[in-house]
């Protein structure tokens, strides 16, 4: 791993004269010394101590979670202590808890992306992580608290010979496809996001298995400009379809409390409520495991204190709506003159089961209150402290509304208890192993900073090589091959004093006539001002078979390549409301009364009457209307951009080039293909050695 | 120089491509080909004939001799099970109507030591489903309507599905299903006027009138 010689910058002054800086150290000035440190995490050849303790840690306790499931499915839900009147406990609780975590990664990922918070491209990847894996440990629960889990799939709408579907009207179902629409868009959002990253991994692979593991995984990734145009907009339509997803799913999650008449659940502030405590958990969570990874594994120039003081600052704020709303309840209470609502609030701070209700509103509302003090905001320990009291919080947030809720009904006589069993809390801590063992194996094998991102947003990125121009934080460059040795002319190999690994790939990029069919001619830049000025001749020249190539999508080469706006927009649209229309014929198909499902047999619907609402009520279709919208929009625009590029081609002639292995990190290319039209040996040739290139080289098909 | 052998895929990969996409066009034909196997009538167990350890024969019994259903499945009217007859009810008659026969050997010796003859269930209801006989013979519907023309089985066999879905499709609207009381049991009964759409509507909305026939969907009238 590369050491980084931390500069003393400190970014977290606010200073309206100039931006601060958002990484820190070598990385903060060259593209190379990214890709060294984060793929230095997973390239190193054993990874620090404290990762194995973890991850031992991590899998037994995972070992614990499948022994609690395997006794569980054996024995009957009974070694739960679940019973009248508290059916729900640690299951529902764990549940919420989780998916409540899952909210901060697609926040970051997609809120943040769409209102240009450019500090999110150092968290964002990992907190989509952390996203996944949370959703998951989240679905394991509802999963396994069905009686007979083995009929999950009978939630699933499907022509089946019982002539049952779906209660499409029902709470419990619209979190089935809210979650599951989450976790789907979250995985394709989050796996699109790492294939530029896997594609650098693949291209510093020294060995065969590394190679070929991420280089399938990275489908081919090239750096293409003409993917870049593509990826850029299907990665901001995800942002914009993930956004109102981020606000629903917990908003659903609610539903299932607020559509039920019980005393503390009944309730309208509940969505908007429960959207900020997921937030607030989740943000809690991701400064958690921020704070010791980039400990671990060096990232301190990625993760500054900055970032940590920003994510703070979103803590502070969750935190205050959380407590307003905590307020707005006990004020309901007291307003609507309901004795059950007034009992219940009096019930949880006085009640058996005061020390949940202290715990909630203490973790919650007046711990986070020190994040006021910068001094606080900026102290790791501090912080880390902060956020665990706070994730424990949350989860009593969720035990007291669930437990206290339904242990204290209407009726006196139908009072009841509860203490979890064994099983119950092992089940929960073995959730934090499932949690920890794969976020643990994320962090050594897969990209865990949005490099293409981070060098995106680099001052560096933006600008080109040459010290001083762009922004005023340069310092003296890293690169081989010197500012001072641009224009190379033809395919001649330039005077510059290049690295040691370029050279003996010149020899093999340069093979003699012998050699097969000439594919191409690979100019290439050291910096993407040249490589825009050259895709600029390039175009005017009118060459149409060519491209440009860089490790992050470089702004305004579009249309110096004069490539034209995408479709895909238009095919996500059309995908949405394909899914719209599916979602209300499926309704009113399987719900509506008999009128329709007379003739058609085997498959009829089966109206159902969920909390008294009319078959065909469109409020209560509307859940399952917008998450299908969003999941066949999300779908359409992962697999319509692959379609669109033509991705998972993993041979390109290009990639012969030693040079060009340099693409995913820190060098720009521009290739024209020999079969353009405008294609001449020579002509061609001059062409691309007046662009300001190092180089230029023969590209050969095999 | 021992630079890094510079690994790449070969050319060929490119067709992995087109590879995934035609594996992924295999997921709506898998799911097209369960949805037809769910829904066929032979993983439905229609058409389910086991063979009896006695080689009864509906088609003799009721077909040709006009045997009534409740000559031997005594409890249909009074009880949710429609009793197997006892051999003493087989023996009424074959006391003296070919006693000798090989194919009696079996009810015989059954009669003869006091032990049951181990018929095999054809229409076997699954655990969770409250299935009631007498509260359908009794309100009209017919026996050949769930059992199918038993009077021309020669072994019986299932002829319908007795799945949910075609449970709910009487459920949801008996009228074409019933008939007067007394023809509950005539395999070849048909209504007046059979070719005439509108009297046999007529005729399913006055029995069900009659016979106060409240067939729920509740989950609760099936799964108790």
Redesign the interface.
Known sequence: MATVALQEIDNTVEDPRQRATLILGEPGTSLHEVSEAICGVAEARHPPKPWYAALGIAMLALGLLGLMIVYLFFTGIGVWNLNRPVAWAFDITNFVFWVGIGHAGTLISAILFLFRQKWRTSINRFAEAMTIFAVMCAGLFPAIHLGRPWFFYWMIP???????WPGFLSPLLWDMFAVGTYFTVSLLFWYMGMVPDLATFRDR??G?FR??IY?VLSL?WRGSQRHWHVYEKAYLLLAALATPLVLSVHSVVSFDFAVAQLPGWHSIVFPPYFVAGAIFSGFAMVVTLAIPAREMFGLKNFITLRHLDNMAKVILVTSLMVAYAYATEFFMAWYSASQWEQFHFLNRLFGPMWWAGWTMLICNAVVPQVLWFKKARQNVWILFTVCILVNVGMWFERFVIIVIGLHRDFLPSSWGSYYPSYVEVVTFIGSFGLFLTLFLLFCRYLPIVAMAEVKGILPHGHGSNEPGQGHDAAVPQTDEIGTSDKGAVGSVADSAPVA??D???FA?ARPTPPAPKLWGLLAEYDSSDALLKAAEKVRDAGYKRWDCFSPFPVHGLDRAMGIRATILPWMVLAAGLVGAAVAVILQWYTNSP?TV??QA??L?G?PMIFSGKPFWSLPANIPIVFELTVLFAALMTFFGLWALI??????FPA??S?RF?RVTDDRFFLLVQANDEKYHSKPTRNLLAGTNCVVVEDVFD? | MDAPRLWTFPKWTNLAGVGLLLGLLTVPVYLGLLLAYGANATTLNVGYQPKQPVPYSHAVHVGKLGMDCRYCHTTVEQTGFAALPSTDICMNCHKTILPDSARMALVQQSYVEGTPIPWKKVHLMADYVYFNHSAHVNVGVGCIECHGPVEQMETVYMAKPLNMAWCLECHRDPKPYLRPRDQVTNMNWTPQGADNPRARADLGKKLEENYHVRASTDCVTCHR
């Open positions: 499907y022509p089946n010979q019982m002539g049952m692979a020294t065969r190679y070929y280089g081919g040691s690994r050279v003996d790939s093999v008999q499902s007379a047999g085997a009829s089966y033509r991705l998972p081609r993993l041979h990639f012969a030693r292995r095999e």
